[in-house]
């Protein structure tokens, strides 16, 4: 109908006014059939405050009763032992957060410092050394470990604080057109156990949304691999490759996909390991405490061994793998259709792979057989000098970062009022987000940098409808 009734406008203006052929050949973009379900059936339509916060449409009523009880776990703060909340006593000896939502606020987004000092908005500092173990992990802080805790329960001294720093760089479009990036420089502050290692990597990571983990996890190895160029065969500048991760279920390697270093293999270990560095919470998964040398941490009182037991633990993975994808807003507009139109012709879509299949083996039956549209590959990219950590990850080199998902990138203002972005947070908004972007994604960024600002409008447009 709406076609039908611009195709008249047109016809009139040739007839009346004369216009040029080229309106008179002008056809409407349309959307592809069912585009705006990024999630598949596990789509949920709400652009709310909440629209991170749905369970899969898809679940068993077991499932729902399961997800309920890993929204709890996840929402609800956890608090030193001993405690009467047996249930949710063990936090520390070290943290980061009291809570999964500290850092991803209603399932969503985290955020650096607003300004320094101040704690718990979702970003945490890893640290390594050259090197690696037997299993091919980076080597942490003979001190402080893999992950730098910036608090601590009543008696043990707090590691360290994070501070933070911001440099300016200039980026101007061909227009003219100037904007001013800051580029963050951490450091840690009043170190309580000596001094860091000489030739320590400090590498920033902001707690990313936890929509669509499920769907990410059931894509099939061969389809992602089937993404890799990593010779660059093509000739087209982009080269992504997997990574290949210790499991620890299976005591084997196997293909990252999660994390911004394709780092975990899947939502389980990613879900441990978040407990456990993040919350000083033991799993069955990773039964140790997080302990600094000159700390004994039998002495100081726990929640049991694990201090999560396996059936919440469970839940929490569920409820991690099962939260819905928000549906697409504006994506039948006509500047949403031109913006993804430039967004392919940029070749964005060379790592940001807008649709693929799930597979049939994901152990939550509503997670199988969806096409999903999550504009990634998740796979492993050089993006430059100027967002390099120099922090290998296993097979990650100290450049390359999993290209993020972008589905529900527009809803995080709504959701977490801010739009940070990167792996650090650094971009402000999208247009900083591409203007970072540099190694494979380099003659993007150049493209983008030549759109006049309607186009930059209606490419803004696109990446904010998913």
């Keep these: 109908m709406i076609k039908n009734a611009l195709a008249c406008l047109v016809m009139l203006c040739f007839m009346v006014t004369g216009c040029s052929k080229d309106e008179e050949d002008y056809v409407p973009l349309t959307a592809e059939e069912g585009e705006q379900y990024s999630g598949g059936s596990s789509t949920v339509i709400n652009a709310t405050q909440e629209a991170f916060g749905f369970a899969s449409a898809t679940l068993s009523e077991n499932d729902r009763i399961d997800f309920g009880v890993g929204n709890s776990l996840f929402r609800q703060s956890w608090v030193s032992a001993p405690s009467s909340t047996t249930a949710r006593d063990g936090l520390g000896p070290f943290y980061n957060a009291v809570s999964c939502s500290n850092c991803h606020f209603k399932d969503g987004r985290g955020r650096p410092p607003a300004f320094d000092g101040e704690l718990g908005k979702g970003l945490l500092l890893r640290l390594s050394l050259p090197g690696t173990d037997d299993t091919g992990a980076s080597i942490g802080d003979p001190i402080y470990g893999h992950q730098l805790q910036d608090n601590a329960i009543n008696g043990p001294i707090i590691k360290g604080r994070i501070g933070i720093t911001y440099q300016t760089i200039t980026e101007t479009f061909d227009d003219g057109t100037v904007v001013q990036l800051q580029k963050p420089i951490y450091r840690i502050d009043n170190l309580g156990y000596g001094s860091l290692a000489a030739g320590l990597q400090i590498s920033p990571r902001i707690a990313s949304q936890m929509v669509g983990l499920g769907l990410l996890e059931a894509v099939p190895q061969a389809t992602l691999l089937a993404f890799a160029d990593e010779h660059d065969s093509n000739g087209d500048g982009i080269s992504g490759r997997a990574n290949y991760v210790f499991d620890i279920e299976s005591n084997s390697h196997k293909m990252g996909r999660l994390g911004w270093k394709a780092n975990q293999p899947s939502v389980k270990q990613q879900v441990a390991a978040a407990f456990s560095g993040d919350m000083g919470i033991t799993s069955s998964l990773f039964p140790n405490e997080n302990c600094p040398p000159g700390v004994d941490c039998n002495a100081i009182p726990n929640g049991g061994s694990p201090e999560i037991v396996d059936a919440n633990f469970n839940s929490v993975v569920l409820y991690s793998q099962t939260l819905s994808v928000p549906i697409r807003r504006k994506y039948n507009e006509q500047n949403v259709l031109r913006g993804k139109q430039l967004f392919t012709q940029m070749n964005c879509v060379a790592c940001h792979i807008p649709k693929m299949q799930t597979g049939n083996e994901h152990a939550i039956a509503g997670m199988r057989n969806q096409t999903i ?13 100027e967002l390099a950590d120099n922090t290998p990850d296993f097979l990650a080199t100290g450049s390359e970062w999993r290209t993020p998902p972008l589905w529900g990138i527009g809803l ?26 540099g190694g494979e994604a380099e003659q993007a960024k150049l493209k983008f940098k030549k759109l006049t600002a309607q186009e930059r409008e209606d490419l803004l447009a696109f990446i904010n409808s998913l």
Excluded: F, K
Aim: glycine letters at 8%; a negative charge.
């Design 373 to 385: 549209r999550p504009y990634t590959d998740l796979l492993l990219h050089d993006m430059g000098s």
């Design 412 to 437: 995080i203002q709504t959701v977490n009022g801010h739009t940070s972005l990167l792996h650090d947070g650094r971009a402000r908004n999208v247009t900083e987000a591409i203007l970072w972007h």
